[in-house]
């Protein structure tokens, strides 16, 4: 994960370099990308999957806009964020949040993560099953001064509705 990160940033640095020609152009735009992924690895730690509504105050600017909303006319802002992981919350016993993969590049932020959980509440229109679900999610957030700007995000729904789809119903014996 982190020779990704690191190659990304490099790349983008050296590229910097070439046309800027200047050893702190290179350093800023490296620093800059590991701040941002630090700052989005601890979203994701600690309010994503830990609920610490600070940090989604604190890293969620209140002129958030989300290019992928989950539902129709989103408020945006942190308190559209707080609405999407609420409702993960409640559906999703145990929720976790896996990290896969994650590369920064300057004020972007790619991260591609696994959410799970037991599905004990109801979700995206689905009754409980009781059953352990995971899904994939790939966000691109964009950061200015220390806090999420923009969202774009796509959540590999199918594989969840797959994973929450009713068991077929035997045929009665004749």
């Known amino acids: 994960m982190s020779a990704t990160t690191s190659r990304v940033t490099t790349d983008r640095a050296t590229a910097g370099s070439a046309t800027a020609g200047s050893a702190t152009?290179?350093?800023t735009t490296a620093h800059g990308a590991t701040a941002n992924r630090a700052l989005v690895l601890r979203f994701i730690r600690d309010y994503q999957e830990?609920?610490?509504?600070?940090?989604?105050q604190e890293v969620v600017s209140p002129s958030l806009v989300n290019h992928t909303p989950m539902v129709p006319d989103p408020p945006g802002g942190p308190a559209e964020v707080k609405?999407?992981?609420d409702g993960l919350h409640a559906a999703?016993?145990?929720f976790s949040?896996?990290?896969?993969?994650q590369v920064a590049d300057d004020d972007l932020v790619m991260t591609h993560k696994v959410f799970k959980g037991r599905h004990t509440g109801e979700l995206f229109g689905?009754?409980?099953?009781?059953?352990?679900?995971r899904f994939a999610v790939m966000d691109v957030v964009r950061i200015a001064d220390g806090r999420i700007v923009e969202h774009w995000g796509l959540v590999d729904l199918p594989a969840l509705q797959a994973q929450l789809a009713p068991e077929?119903?035997?045929a009665p014996t004749p």
Do not use: K, M, Q, Y
């Not at 949040?97 to 993969?101: G, K, L, S």
């Not at 409980?128 to 679900?133: E, I, L, M, N, Q």
């Open 25 to 27: 152009a290179d350093s």
């Open 50 to 56: 830990g609920g610490d509504e600070r940090v989604l």
């Open 83 to 85: 609405a999407i992981f």
């Open 92 to 94: 999703l016993t145990g």
């Open 97 to 101: 949040v896996e990290v896969r993969h």
């Open 126 to 133: 689905l009754p409980p099953t009781g059953r352990h679900v």
């Open 168 to 170: 077929p119903t035997p």
